[in-house]
């Protein structure tokens, strides 16, 4: 019995030599590498209000915007260990971004970043304007395949997931169609609002309002689970069998931190993530919200890292 208590103590002196930054440091920051506004930035900030007082901590958001969030991703990467710095990082950041032809990037944060848990999913509608000819995606492939080159996709810009969503449409359909990129989904949205191009994949985060208020048509889900502001859309692979694309926002943090901080951590979120103000106002904001622990988001992260490589090779897609 001495000897076992021993050992507990021994394991408990371990822990807390390994957290010591986490106690001591009363403030820590949560980096988004969104502009503020946007649905990445609010799943940050919520999820920092919420870990604050589970932590025992001042949670702060900082906005390192850049790249696709590359900016903040190597930030992450490149501070102490010690989870007094952590980054909300998006599927795109991770699976897209850093396999692009050319990329050239400073980090590669799919593999130097730890994925510590999901916080929220992020569904991405097929949209159309309310006012335009398009009653389905069978609408738009069919004009599509009378017109080859002719109707357009927009995107937030080449090398989103936007972008993909729209090139991996073609590759499974066999359709000519034209990408048109923006500067951001807000521009995007406005051009498909004026019919000036005819459709696009984006977040549902970013069009939800649009069409409850029936300014665009939702004519397809991306994934197969049903989007709770819409339950009765269908999803996309109902028509286009493998079609299955989900966006996700994780924390991420050092590949260098304990595992006890990391444990630590994914526990904090998981708690984070069961308190029904959160979930309300993260469901509230068009995301999804839905908590993975490591496992889980590291399979998740892989699965998409393979899925966006193969499109990107298949279309030779190079960075900016």
Sequence with gaps: MKRRRLTIAAALLAAAVALPAMAQERTVRIL??????????????????????????????ENRTGVNGIVAAQETARSTPDGSTTFICPMSTMSITPQL?????PI??????LPIANVALSSYGFVVA???????????????????????????????AQHLQGELLKQKTGVDMVHVPYRGASPAIVDILGGRTDFMI?????????????????????DEEPFPLFPDVPPLSRLIPGFNVVGWFALCGQKAMAPELVNRLEAAVRRA???????RRMSEGGLTPRFEDRAAITQRLA????????????????AN
């Design 202 to 222: 984006t977040n549902m985060a970013d069009v939800a309002r649009h069409v409850q208020e029936g300014a665009l048509r939702l004519l397809a889900i991306s």
């Design 303 to 318: 699965a998409d890292r393979a899925l966006w490589l193969g499109v990107i090779q298949a279309v030779n897609l190079r």
């Design 32 to 61: 988004s590498g969104a502009s503020a506004g946007g649905s990445s930035d609010m799943a940050t900030r919520l999820l920092a209000d919420a870990l604050g007082p589970i932590l025992g901590v001042r949670a702060v958001v």
């Design 108 to 113: 590669d944060p799919g593999v130097e970043l």
């Design 130 to 160: 309310a006012n335009g000819p398009y009653r389905s995606v069978q609408d738009v492939l069919a004009a599509a395949r009378a017109k080859p080159g002719q109707v357009s996709f927009a995107s937030a810009g080449v090398g989103s």
């Design 273 to 279: 993530m069961a308190d029904p103000a959160v979930v």
């Design 101 to 105: 032809v050319g990329a050239n990037l």
